[in-house]
């Protein structure tokens, strides 16, 4: 069976506007600009229902390069999709501008969705 995944990178006036490429099992989305998240937009994605590794690293840029930032920084989360249900990753940010991944509850995450830019929905394999 099949499961919405939600990611959703919440805007944060006062942060580093850092790429995150986000990756499912360790692979990324192939192809779709979609799977680098800036803050304040979220993709969703069609995904089988399993146990998987949900990952995030800073791109790395001619900014965050030059500011020092140790931009290798990454974050993995394993979560549990269930068919027909919905699951929503929050991307944050830590103190030194790399991401952090969270599951957040349906009611919480559909409200950062509502205020975010929606990326060009994927389908995965």
């Known amino acids: 069976g099949r499961a919405m995944l939600y990611v959703v990178r919440p805007w944060r006036g006062f942060s580093l506007d850092n790429l995150y490429r986000i990756t499912i099992d360790g692979q990324p989305f192939t192809g779709h600009d979609m799977a ?3 803050a304040g937009s ?7 229902a399993k146990t998987m590794r ?5 791109v790395p840029s001619v900014m ?13 989360l ?4 269930r068919r027909g249900e ?6 944050g940010v830590n103190p030194e501008g790399g991401p952090v991944l969270t599951v957040v509850a349906a009611g919480e995450g559909q409200a950062l969705v509502e205020h975010a ?5 994927i389908l995965a394999n």
């Open 86 to 91: 919905f699951t929503f990753v929050r991307v």
């Open 42 to 48: 979220f993709f969703q994605v069609l995904v089988e």
């Open 117 to 121: 830019r929606r990326l060009e929905s």
């Open 64 to 76: 965050n390069i030059r500011s020092g930032l140790p931009f290798l920084q990454r974050a993995q």
């Open 78 to 81: 394993q979560i549990t999709t």
């Open 54 to 58: 949900i990952g995030a690293q800073v």
């Open 36 to 38: 680098d998240l800036r």
